[in-house]
């Protein structure tokens, strides 16, 4: 008999992001070892095309075109819960934000039937890292609980991100550890390079508190020679203030160049010097590893980043880039580096994310995991 398994996310290609990749690599994977994949999700934004087979929602979206925030949030998730009532299904597969979560373990939880949570950030310390007021702490802290607790099984994309989960009382047995990625035959050494004319970093994907890429602005104003640029593809909460920030100490310098497709964004990365990764270190999220670090690293970009845990010795481990301490001095000093060095350990890069950042590898594994709930 075959498998039926339902994955609920609000993000699936052709939108862009590493959510959107991770589940669609999950959804190969499931299929490849003969299960039967149904994706409820978003209507993409107006100019994408969606691929036949997924079934898909209206959704309310912000001024960007994202589903972010939460009205935006219920207006995918009430729907939901009502999608989830009449599909059938013998494991249902939830991806963040914890509302969706929630959702997914009370329509499973009618439907008798088991749920996996894939954990691919902790949302209590993300809002924790912010500011955000107490009570909306509390009330995440409660959601996200109740999600992960419920769940047969809970994916985590990393060690970093499993070590977060006990606190919300998150049995260990159940927790397994998948791994992350980056699609490898999209971003490879080898394609087309971007060529504006002028030496350029490149940051790419969501720009957000705790992620501070400010850093990198403030580090230009140190860098030698007028012709240095930043381009950030991608966008997020900071925008606004990074292009505010970047008008006042980087006139002209910086280009915000929006969302890219991952062909685009590749071709940026290969002709770029290198590119930036930043997380605000003591804010309870030193355990990410953003996958820019995975897609740089592809491409045979060094990284520079800029913050401390896990990343930072990844980076430097693994001869991936520059890890430096989060201050502006101290990054431009490493983006001075690059531009005056001659790189020579490309192919190492372009190695190690093969041998240890393949997506392809995390969703057969998180496949696994699923499928290894029924068994």
């Keep these: 008999m075959t498998t039926r398994v339902v994955i609920a996310t609000r ?30 999700t978003t209507m993409p934004p107006v100019g994408m095309v969606p691929e036949r087979g997924v079934s898909r929602w209206p959704v309310l979206r912000d001024a960007g075109g994202n589903v972010r ?62 500011g955000a007021a107490s009570p909306v702490v509390e009330v995440m802290r409660w959601m996200e609980g109740t999600a992960l607790r419920n769940a047969a099984q809970v994916i985590a994309i990393s060690d970093g991100v499993a070590d977060q989960l006990p606190q919300f009382g998150v049995p260990s047995d159940v ?32 720009m957000s508190e705790w992620q501070g890429a400010e850093i990198f602005i403030e580090a230009l104003q140190y860098v030698g020679g007028s012709n240095v640029h930043i381009y950030y593809f991608g966008q997020g909460s900071s925008e606004q203030k990074l292009r505010e920030l970047a ?8 280009i915000f160049g929006g969302v890219k497709t991952p062909e685009e964004t590749a071709s940026w990365i290969r002709g770029a010097v290198g590119a930036l990764v930043s997380i605000v270190p003591g804010q309870g999220y030193d355990f ?37 301490d989060f201050d502006p001095v101290k990054v431009s000093a490493a983006m001075t580096r690059l531009l005056d060095g001659d790189d020579a350990e490309s192919d190492i890069r372009v190695n190690w994310v093969r041998k240890n950042a ?9 496949a696994a995991a699923v499928l290894a709930v029924l068994d």
């Design 358 to 366: 393949s997506l392809q590898t995390a969703g057969e594994r998180a």
């Design 11 to 40: 993000l699936y290609p052709p939108e862009v992001g590493a959510a959107a990749f991770r589940l669609k690599a999950l959804a190969t994977a499931l299929r490849s070892v003969g299960a039967s994949v149904s994706v409820l």
């Design 175 to 206: 927790i397994r550890v998948v791994g992350n990625g980056i699609d490898t035959e999209t971003f490879r050494p080898d394609g087309p390079e971007a060529s504006p004319g002028h030496p350029y970093f490149v940051y790419t994907g969501t």
């Design 288 to 324: 990410a590893k953003p996958t820019k670090i995975y897609a740089a690293g592809a491409c045979g970009t060094p990284v520079i980043y800029a913050g401390a845990g896990d990343c930072s010795s990844m980076v430097s481990d693994n001869r991936l880039g520059e890890s430096v």
């Design 247 to 254: 008008g006042r100490i980087a006139p002209g310098r910086v």
């Design 69 to 130: 925030g939460y009205i935006q949030y219920l207006s995918f998730d009430v729907p939901l819960f009502f999608r989830l009532l009449v599909t059938r299904a013998d494991i249902v597969v939830s991806e963040p934000p914890p509302t969706t979560g929630l959702v997914v373990a009370l329509s499973s939880w009618i439907r008798r039937r088991p749920y996996v949570y894939y954990a691919a950030d902790v949302w209590t310390d993300a809002l924790i890292a912010m």
